[in-house]
Every structure is written in structure tokens, then in C-alpha cells.
């Protein structure tokens, strides 16, 4: 079946501890992206990846990092997550050329 | 980054009536796109515009895109149960390639009141 996996799908934390929200794909696409879901905010975008080792900020990028080394992956890293950064996250993909964004199932992080 | 304005923020409705939301943007965007999230899960995409001006209808959607290219609508008709959840425009400024800089926006939540 085609998706996007997210792991974990739910996250109690403490400020500070480094964490890793993992995304894959097994649609082959080319283009993903992380996005943040907040009450009143929409869905905001984090940080996208055209392709393997290229990333770019999306519009709020400060406190998360991302690396693409391989097409199926796009993990996300908090260094040093702090309680603004409770929210609801989703990864997404897209083929190379198209317009859908294929969501995964969404990882709500809550950090103490 | 730019946000979407989009409206009404929530709804609330009886079965069966229609249902019409709207977004709006600052400047102008070449794909329009309306999502739909469930409870628990991610945003499906329901319709997708490419050209101003444009009606496309999906079922009982309706959407149609801003002949300024600033602005899009979505409408359910009769609506239904499974109709409850938040829907999202989303907008995208140039459409070569991919969608890089897919803008959202804030979600009109739609519940039906029984």
C-alpha cells in the first residue's frame, strides 16, 4: 500500500532532550516536507526536500533540523525542544512534477 | 511566511444544507488546492485548480478558482456526516515543479450539528 509512515505518532518529552520524528515514503517521490499543525495557524511548513542531500527552510524553520540521505527518509531532529515546540506534526510527499502532497498520519509531540 | 486567509473559520450546520468557504491571498498564486482532514489522520486532497477561472467539481464539491488568481472557494452540497472535519486551501505561486512552497491556510472546521 502506498503511505507516508510517521513514527511516533504521539511524544511526552522534557525540554532539552534531543528527539527524532521519523517520516518514510514508499511512493519513490522525489519532493517532501515537514510541516507543524497549531490551533487558529493552519499547517505551516518546516523544512522541505526536493531530492536526496538537497533541504531548504521552509517558513519556521528555528529549533529543527532535517537530513535526506536517502529518497524514502526524512527524519526530523529537534536538538533541544522546547514547550513552544508542542504541536502537531505532519510529513508529506509529492512525486517529482506533481502537485498532491501525500500526508503521513501526523506525530502530536507535547514537550515539558 | 505568507498565510492564507481563509474563512469562516468554523461552521456549523444541519445534514443537508450547503456549505460554502472561501480563501483569500495577498498575491497571486498559479494552483489552488483544497484538502480535507479527518479526525486523527492527515489532510487528503480533495480538489486541485490550475487555471483562473477555473470550476471543478469532485462529487458534491464545488471549487472554483479566482478569476484574480488571489482567491479560491470550495462548496459542499447536501451535506453529509462524513463531511465533518477541517478543510484546507492551500496555494502554490508558480507550478513548473512541484509544489516547494505550498502556503496553507488556517482551516474552516465544519460540524454538523444532528
Known amino acids: 500500500e502506498a503511505q507516508v509512515t510517521q513514527n511516533p505518532r504521539y511524544l511526552i518529552t522534557v525540554t532539552g532532550k534531543k528527539l527524532t520524528v521519523t517520516c518514510s515514503q514508499n511512493?519513490?517521490?522525489?519532493?517532501m516536507s515537514w510541516y507543524r499543525q497549531d490551533p487558529g495557524l493552519g499547517l505551516r511548513q518546516i523544512y522541505y526536500?526536493?531530492?536526496?542531500?538537497?533541504?531548504d527552510k521552509g517558513d519556521v524553520p528555528e529549533g529543527y533540523k532535517v537530513s535526506r540521505k536517502e529518497k524514502r527518509n526524512f527524519p526530523l531532529i529537534l536538538e533541544s525542544p522546547s514547550p513552544n515546540q508542542t504541536s502537531l506534526y505532519f510529513c508529506?510527499?509529492?512525486?517529482?512534477?506533481?502537485?498532491?502532497?501525500?500526508f503521513g498520519p501526523g506525530t502530536r509531540l507535547t514537550v515539558l | 511566511g505568507q498565510q492564507l486567509n481563509q474563512s469562516p473559520q468554523s461552521m456549523f450546520i444541519q445534514e443537508g444544507e450547503d456549505v460554502s468557504m472561501n480563501c483569500t491571498s495577498s498575491?497571486?498564486?498559479?494552483?489552488w488546492l483544497w484538502y480535507k482532514q479527518d479526525p486523527g489522520e492527515g489532510p487528503v486532497l480533495l480538489i486541485a485548480?490550475?487555471?483562473?477561472?477555473e470550476l471543478t467539481s469532485n462529487g458534491r464539491l464545488t471549487a472554483q478558482f479566482g478569476i484574480t488568481r488571489k482567491d479560491s472557494f470550495l462548496n459542499i452540497s447536501a451535506s453529509i456526516p462524513s463531511d465533518v472535519g477541517i478543510y484546507f486551501c492551500?496555494?502554490?505561486?508558480?507550478?513548473?515543479?512541484?509544489?516547494?512552497?505550498?502556503?496553507f491556510g488556517t482551516g474552516t472546521r465544519l460540524t454538523i450539528i444532528p
Open positions: 485548480l490550475y487555471k483562473a477561472g
Open positions: 511512493m519513490n517521490h522525489e519532493y
Open positions: 498575491s497571486i498564486f498559479n494552483t
Open positions: 526536500s526536493m531530492n536526496v542531500e538537497v533541504t
Open positions: 492551500a496555494g502554490q505561486p508558480r507550478s513548473n515543479f512541484g509544489n516547494e512552497k505550498l502556503t
Open positions: 508529506a510527499s509529492t512525486p517529482g512534477g506533481g502537485h498532491e502532497q501525500f
